[in-house]
């Protein structure tokens, strides 16, 4: 079933997509050579690749009949697995530089300087798939070192600068109910609307979280609104477009707050995979920058794992 298509906004969501519809474009300045060292460094610190092996197992049938064949191991024997030709080996170059989107000719620096290369022969595929994590580690942390986002200049189009608020009425917003759907229901798996605090009447969630996040949300009396950001609100990061989850707008004493929420199941971000890391890091200048640029300190960007910690962030005081 279809979502609903947004419909028209208050003047409290209004607000809030005022502060999070600034677009912005990115520059990145890395130095190569500090680039290339620290990843010849990030080679030298890794584990070991350990030798591959092969293992063969002697069976011993005992018996034939209609139920089948049974038998037993007789004998096991492992045994170090190389590559008497060079001609087996894969091409290293061309799969790292697939993986990691850096160019031969570095790569071919790196690996050389980093004193690993021999372990290549030893099992290859385990020496690609270690090499390929730890360069794109160094590679994800330097690009977000040398990061800087500005506003699209006000000379480009509307289109350019700003997202539109039409991209939530284009949106294909649709899933389904019951108790294995990704529309949010209730235990007889109706539907349940959110249309006093979303633009969206039904809302399709990702998984069994992020359901408990939208249900709690609805339910506190302190957020006034909020919007499950489509796939295409997206910022430009060096390691990817980016679409963050959840954008809301919460009453205090000392005025309104806008919050954008990334929600995830860990509890630390050190524990997600350097490419989210580094998205995650991306948005938060991007943020920052949105937030100098139009002049305002109520809006933030935060990664929470529940309602409890996005509470925390509601309550806290602003930031500067």
Known sequence: MKAGAARHVGDEFQELWDRIQHRTEYRVEVDEADLRAAMVKALRGMLPVPKRRGEWVTHRVERIDQGGLTAEAAATRRADVTYADSEDLPDILSVLADRTQLTRATLAHILTESGTLGQFRHNPQAYIAQVA?????????????????????????????RYALSLLREAEVAGYTGPAGNIVSDAEGNAISFEKKSVYKYLVVDSGPEKDFALALLQRPEVKTFVKLPSSFTIPTPLGRYNPDWALT????????????????????????????????????????????????????????????????????AQP
């Open 250 to 317: 919460v009453e205090r004493t000392d005025g309104s707050r806008y919050i954008v929420f990334e929600t995830k199941h860990v509890n630390e971000i050190g524990l997600l995979r350097p490419v989210e890391q580094g998205k995650i890091a991306s948005a938060r200048i991007h943020f920052d920058t949105v937030k100098r640029g139009i002049g305002v300190n109520n809006l933030e960007y935060e990664v929470v794992n529940g309602i409890e910690a996005a509470t925390a962030v509601m309550e806290r005081d």
């Open 133 to 161: 994590r730890q360069l794109n580690i160094t590679k994800a942390d330097f690009l977000v070192k040398g990061l800087r986002y500005e506003l699209v200049d006000p000379s480009r189009p509307e289109a350019d600068r």
